[in-house]
């Protein structure tokens, strides 16, 4: 029973290690104002805010409670054990030992947010998928991993909103971008910025050769409110067109979709999922403020390691995994090394094991 009491004792101080590190008690300060912000007269009169306010204060609640129970139950368990002592039967000290293996296992489970050390990890996501060289199979392998990435934000209970989506000429999608809401979100879906291949018997040649296509996914984290990005209104060519996708009943027949450039960056954002011109610019405008505040903060990082002679990778445009399904079945995340022949389960979403390992990656370079 000794044993079984340190095992329980050590799991405990990794339990409480883990509260540290996650700051539940900062959490808890935030809990509490953010109660008294919806307890505020006319909290709900501004409905979009007031829901958000709501579902973060949700979130933040059920973090907690979820770590706090874990708390309990290992002191529990710890103290049952530490009360049966050396009089405790073999039943008795299995039953504990089973309890103890049950708590290692949530602990297991919930380790894995200990890795979101970002500032904005846990943040709402913005994710596009571009198709890239190979034609309809691109388009193709491009609709097969926003259906991959919708799935993983179902497992997870993520609010999706697309915003933009062009359909490719005969099958799959030339790009999208998608809204992504819930916490962590955004540090789930970083590790999935880069250039994804597939490798396959394509469904479109008469002679079912093997074929290879490429898609571009970036991942950028929504702003918050008191991120302020200046964009100037000479820098913008904002052009409005046509919606071809679905939504209200004028959405196909005014020009309420947008497209905006900002010039000193190339960067381009297009929005046609809102009814209105003025929402669609408003949408577009935000995805554009993330977007370039994610390119300085890339350039800032790349200026810090000039300076500390670290070796800069060309990232831009290498694969970052590959997926292939014939002749063998295999999928390879090319930085961590991380890989699994089962695509099917990847494909429909279950990614969990290729977002820890590239936390872990993260952390350690």
Avoid at 103 to 126: R, T
Avoid at 265 to 294: G, P, W, Y
């Amino acid at each position: 029973m000794d044993n079984i009491i340190k095992q329980i004792e050590e799991t405990k101080e990794k339990i409480q290690d883990a509260i540290k590190l996650l700051d539940i008690v900062e959490m808890r300060k935030k809990y509490e104002e953010l109660k008294k912000e919806m307890n505020e007269e006319g909290f709900w009169d501004a409905r979009e805010s007031a829901v958000e306010v709501s579902r973060e204060a949700e979130e933040i609640n059920k973090e907690i409670n979820t770590w706090t129970d874990l708390e309990k139950e290992v002191d529990e368990i710890l103290e049952f054990a530490q009360e049966s002592g050396s009089e405790g039967d073999d039943s008795m000290e299995k039953e504990i030992e089973k309890k103890h293996k049950e708590i290692n296992k949530k602990f297991e489970k919930l380790e894995f947010y200990i890795l979101f050390n970002g500032e904005y990890d846990k943040n709402n996501a913005i994710l596009s998928i571009h198709a890239g060289t190979g034609g309809v199979d691109a388009q193709d392998w491009a609709e097969i991993l926003e259906r991959m990435f919708l799935r993983l934000a179902e497992k997870k209970s993520y609010k999706t909103e697309i915003i933009d989506r062009n359909l490719g000429n005969e099958a799959g999608i030339k790009s999208v971008t998608i809204s992504i809401e819930g916490r962590y979100s955004y540090g789930n879906l970083k590790s999935e910025s880069g250039v994804h291949r597939l490798v396959r018997i394509s469904p479109f040649d008469a002679e079912a050769m093997r074929h290879t296509s490429f898609a571009l996914v970036e991942v950028i984290p929504e702003l918050p409110e008191t991120v302020d990005v200046v964009v100037r209104e000479e820098d913008l060519k904002i052009d409005v067109f046509r919606s071809s996708g679905p939504g209200g009943q004028s959405v196909n027949t005014t020009d309420s979709a947008v497209r905006i450039k900002h010039i000193p960056t190339n960067i381009i954002v297009s929005c046609q999922n809102e009814r209105s011109q003025h929402q669609n610019k408003d949408m577009a405008l935000k995805i554009l403020k993330s977007k370039i505040f994610k390119l300085e903060e890339e350039r800032r990082q790349k200026e810090e390691n000039k300076l500390k002679g670290e070796v800069q990778k060309a990232e831009w445009g290498k694969q970052i995994r590959s997926y292939v399904m014939q002749p063998y079945k295999m999928v390879k995340d090319h930085r961590t090394e991380h890989e699994t022949q089962e695509i099917d389960a990847v494909l429909d979403g279950d990614l969990d094991g290729f977002i820890e390992a590239y936390l872990k990656w993260q952390r350690n370079n």
